[in-house]
């Protein structure tokens, strides 16, 4: 899913899979915390956002 | 290659005067040049319709999907690995099937084709190894090696998988192919290159969905791009929705694809939708070692848990 | 136009009666309809439904419509309140033919909750301006159960009527106050529809099992299939016989139809 | 027979001209294929075409159309008020298209423009559409325009008839608005004697190159339900794929779908084309749907085209002979053959085979 994905021009480190159990959520903060401050450090990927089609 | 089409016939006729089959699926002789037309056959004196030769690049285990009757059907290599993906997934009974051989040399593109040629195609011949193409004040005689369906290019499957039936010896299999060289190409790009080639690709697309119904692996009842509640996609030109039906389609034949080509063959806008898959394909044998259909003995990989399966995209 | 009232009709909760009330008072005027018709109603994100006039237009003031929570646009409807504002496009379609109808016996054979455009010439032909230009009038209505009935103090209502003659049925209770009848609405058809003649006309709308039934009923009374005139619906989109997609043979239902007569739909594929 | 001469020079300048006034849309060569583009300042009009591969009729019905934009937001006056698109009023030419796709337009007015209702979105761009068509020297062998109604020197539907002529044009026009664009082209060098004569014996070759043929005299003869019940449905449509390839390269085929898309709190209803040939074309909310197999839905395509269209407005076929389903299906099922076979179909000789077998 990531290799394809990755593959057609999503930049790598946008998408991230973890095994994180219902019991861990501090390693479920820790992830989430992690991996927002990497995606926001790539700057928003605005090619793969659909945009409100213009009017004239 | 030569005289297929008369042991087609033979072998349609027999299966049906013997009541093996209730028909038998080939292809028969199409109305333009270079295009041939998926057929079945229900009794032993329509056998003589059928017909093969290097136009028969659709998929026909399309066409046995679900069904409840005894078939004959005629398969080269990738449709033989279709057929086993069928039987893995229970679209049909092994026991079904008639499965008549047909080891292939490849299918020519009919695209590559024209492009070779000015001026409108208006007859084709063709021997074992070369096709002769003739229109108005031209004709020109092709090696085919030059002209095959890039998928057909790399295919080191040709001789059908499984077969009740054979119309000719095996042909060699081509080594030394290298299967996934597009993908590298791509692989080597930077992210925004990647993104632009594929924006590129489907620049053209309709959305009219010939792909994935030529596909023999697309046979949900209802397809992810048609549901409404949720709709998963929007139906419109916009590019992004476009994207994400040719990704969604893809992961949906991951593991599962034979890289049969059958979806570009279908396209009318000549897009290179294998790109798509092949990439998959290239990983389920790069992390599993596995290519579809090869054998009906095996789970495919995204069907089994392993505790060796690889995970490095796990963090 | 502006939803004024919210009437859950069947003890599912499954149909819900809509009042809507013209926010400018020029588009009831422009809105000028008949028994028969349908509309458009549109919900800005959702999309459009082509739904049938519940109201009559002896009825001023408003347009009520009788909604069945199928899809996207109706389960989201049934989750509106009163107050909310939303789009209606329309009158769409032939309505019952009223000029042939006029000085005719009129049965009116409905099933479930395709009973909307029926109520809507009910009351048209009750009212009081209106009684005078027809003559017998019969209404065999039927549901599975009496809380699936639509228009229950209607149907009260117009039992009690001397004008006109009202079987109501329903497919099976254990109510042992129901005071009605039991029993599939064919059956109640052949029992008490009125002798066919050139003047006796039968209007049927309801799900496809029941016409499936009442038309070999109606068969063996000798109605003319010229006087039988039936209601369809089809997937519609545009509603105004512009996109293609409606249509039975050369016919739109949304144009041309919904209202034919089985005469007419003999020589029409079975595409509905 | 009024004839207008354009050089090859003329040709450029005239093009840049109409592109002061007009948005300027011809074929141009796109990867290996031709498509109708709108032309850009440094844009000419590629003529080497034998067709484009995707029909023009989206210059006039785009496969997407904004119709109409609303705003979910509470706070503003016309919440959950559709207002309409407004449209691009600009002035349109359409240069080199080909006679069957022009007859294309006229044969779709007849269900966008009804004495009833009047698709504006269409009937405002069609009328401000001016057609220079392109008469076809060469047509190709999938080509039946002959016999649906038009020719390759075809000229309904068309304000202009260009005839190419070696490096030269010549340029008939066909009605006011085919002159005035002639004119604001600068197009207006009469063509000298022998012009007339030289047009009518290219186009007498042109039909010569025709070499298929539908006829479909008795299918208008026929009872709807006659052809609709006739027993070569399901094989015609055994190797039917349900793909919309058909519909959506065809010049005629109109059917289009509604859909609403919100991004926040704001959105537009658009219409996409739609096709036939998809089982939610037809699927009701109930999950109820009148055409479920495929051989249905292959046979309302062809019925409507062949049948249903005859008789709704006694104007011939739904099908100018352009031939791009023919070439472009995936499965080569052609409409040729079945436009035949419906009209030698003769339900009294099926009904005899029947009861003798």
Redesign the interface.
């Given at each position: 899913m990531k290799n394809l994905l990755e593959h057609t021009g999503i930049a790598p480190g946008r998408l991230h899979f973890s095994w994180i159990s219902s019991a861990e959520s501090t390693k479920f903060v820790d992830v989430v915390k992690k991996i927002t401050e990497e995606v926001k450090a790539l700057e928003p990927a605005l090619n793969y956002a659909k945009t409100e089609p213009k009017v004239n | 290659m030569t005289g297929y089409t008369e042991k087609i016939r033979e072998i349609a006729a027999r299966l049906l005067t013997e009541g093996k089959v209730d028909r038998v699926i080939g292809f028969r002789k199409?109305?333009?040049p270079m295009?041939?037309?998926?057929?079945?056959v229900t009794s032993p004196a329509m056998a003589v319709e059928l017909i093969w030769d290097s136009h028969c690049g659709?998929n026909l285990a399309?066409?046995v999907t679900d069904s409840k009757e005894r078939i004959g059907i005629v398969a080269k290599g990738c449709d033989s690995r279709n057929l086993v993906t069928h039987i893995i997934e229970n679209k049909i009974k092994r026991d079904q099937l008639v499965i008549i051989g047909v080891p292939c040399t490849g299918m020519v593109d009919r695209?590559k084709v024209c492009?070779r040629v000015e001026g409108?195609i208006?007859s084709v011949e063709e021997t074992d190894d070369a096709i002769t193409v003739s229109g108005?004040g031209f004709s020109k005689t092709i090696a085919k090696t030059d002209v095959l369906r890039e998928n057909c290019a790399v295919c080191t499957h040709r001789n059908p998988v499984i077969h009740d039936e054979m119309v000719g010896e095996p042909v060699a299999e081509q080594t030394g192919v290298d299967a996934y060289a597009s993908?590298k190409k791509?692989?080597a790009l930077s992210?925004?290159?990647?993104?632009?080639?594929?924006?590129d690709l489907i620049s053209?697309c309709?959305?009219?969905?010939?792909c994935?119904?030529?596909c023999p692996l697309c046979y949900c009842p209802t397809c992810f791009v048609?549901e409404?509640?949720p709709q998963w996609v929007?139906?419109?030109?916009?590019p992004?929705?476009v994207?994400t039906f040719h990704?969604l389609r893809?992961?949906h034949c991951a593991g599962r694809c034979t890289d049969c080509g059958a979806c570009e063959?279908?396209?009318?806008?000549?897009i290179k939708v294998r790109e798509?898959t092949k990439?998959?394909n290239k990983?389920c044998f790069e992390l599993y070692g596995w290519e579809a259909g090869l054998t009906l003995d095996k789970r495919p990989p995204l069907d089994v848990y392993k505790t060796d399966d690889p995970d490095d995209?796990?963090? | 136009m502006r939803i004024d009232q919210i009437i859950t009709e069947t003890e599912d909760k499954s149909l819900k009666t809509f009042k809507f009330v013209f926010i400018r008072p020029e588009d009831e005027e422009k809105f000028a309809y008949r028994a028969g018709q349908f509309a458009e109603l549109s919900v800005p994100g959702l999309g459009e439904i082509p739904i049938g006039i519940a109201s009559s237009p002896t009825e001023k003031g408003f347009v009520k419509f009788t909604i069945f929570k199928t899809g996207k646009v109706t389960s989201h409807l049934h989750a509106m309140r009163e107050g909310e504002i939303m789009g209606i496009r329309g009158p769409l379609g032939h309505p019952y033919p009223w000029e042939t109808l006029a000085g005719k016996n009129i049965v009116i054979i409905g099933g479930g909750f395709a009973f909307t455009t029926l109520r809507s010439s009910i009351i048209f032909m009750t009212d009081p301006a209106n009684r005078s230009k027809f003559k017998d009038i019969h209404v065999i209505y039927g549901a599975r159960s009496p809380g699936m009935l639509l228009y229950k103090e209607e149907l009260k209502s117009w039992a009690e009527r001397d004008d006109m003659n009202m079987h109501i049925t329903v497919d099976g209770t254990d109510d042992p106050d129901w005071k009605y009848h039991k029993g599939f609405v064919p059956a109640i058809t052949e029992k008490f529809a009125p002798p066919a003649d050139a003047d006796t006309y039968a209007i049927i709308c309801g799900p496809p099992i029941m016409i499936k039934f009442t038309q070999p009923v109606l068969d063996n009374l000798g109605y003319s299939h010229d006087n039988i005139i039936m209601s369809l619906e089809n997937r519609m989109k545009c509603g105004i016989g512009i996109c293609g997609r409606c249509n039975i043979g050369k016919d739109l239902v949304c144009k041309d139809g919904p209202v034919f007569t089985l005469s007419q739909l003999n020589a029409m594929p079975k595409e509905y | 027979m009024k004839l207008i001469k354009i050089d090859k020079k003329s040709l450029k300048e005239g093009i840049d001209k109409l592109k002061r006034t007009h948005s300027v849309f011809g074929p141009v060569r796109e990867k290996d294929e031709f498509e109708f583009k709108a032309l850009g300042d440094a844009d000419m009009p590629d003529f080497s075409f034998s067709n484009t591969r995707m029909s023009p009729k989206a210059i006039v019905y785009p496969q997407t159309q904004l119709m109409f934009t609303y705003s979910l937001n509470d706070a503003d006056d016309d919440c959950r008020i559709l207002k309409e698109v407004p449209m691009d009023e600009r002035p349109r030419a359409v240069i080199g298209i080909r006679p069957c796709d022009a007859l294309a337009f006229p044969l779709v007015r007849r269900n966008f423009d009804t004495p009833e209702y009047q698709d504006t979105f269409w009937v405002r761009t069609y009328e401000a559409t001016t057609f220079v068509g392109l008469a076809c020297n060469e047509p190709c062998a999938t080509c039946f325009c002959t016999s649906a109604g038009t020719g390759p020197f075809g000229k309904e539907g068309l304000d202009v008839l260009l005839v190419e002529d070696g490096d030269d044009f010549f340029a008939e026009p066909l009605t006011p608005k085919g002159e005035s664009l002639l004119e604001t082209a600068g197009w207006t060098t009469e063509a000298g004697g022998g012009a007339e004569e030289k047009i009518t014996s290219m186009a007498a070759a042109a039909n010569e190159h025709i070499t298929s043929a539908v006829s479909f005299d008795n299918i208008k003869k026929r009872e709807i339900l006659e052809l609709y019940d006739a027993p070569f449905w399901e094989e015609e449509a055994i190797s039917c794929i349900n793909c919309g390839t058909c519909t959506y390269v065809c010049p005629t085929c109109w059917c289009f779908d509604i859909q609403d898309e919100t991004f926040g709190k704001s959105g537009v209803r658009m219409r996409n084309w739609d096709s036939c040939m998809s089982p939610l074309f037809t699927l009701h909310a109930s999950g109820h749907n009148p055409r479920t197999k495929k051989h249905e839905r292959v046979r309302q395509r062809f019925m409507h085209k062949l049948k249903y269209y005859v008789d709704k407005y006694d104007n011939g076929i739904q099908c100018v002979g352009c031939g791009r389903c023919v070439r472009l299906c995936p499965v080569n099922i052609d409409i040729r053959s079945i436009c035949n076979k419906m009209n030698n179909f003769d339900p009294e000789a099926c009904k005899c085979e029947v009861a003798s077998s």
């Open positions: - | 199409g109305t333009v295009m041939n037309q998926p057929h079945y659709l399309n066409y695209n492009a409108e208006t108005n993908v791509v692989e992210p925004e290159e990647k993104w632009n080639y594929f924006e053209t309709i959305r009219c969905y010939a994935r119904n030529a048609d409404s509640r929007g139906k419109s030109q916009d992004i929705d994207r990704l893809a992961y063959t279908a396209c009318p806008m000549g798509f990439k998959l990983d995209f796990i963090r | - | -």
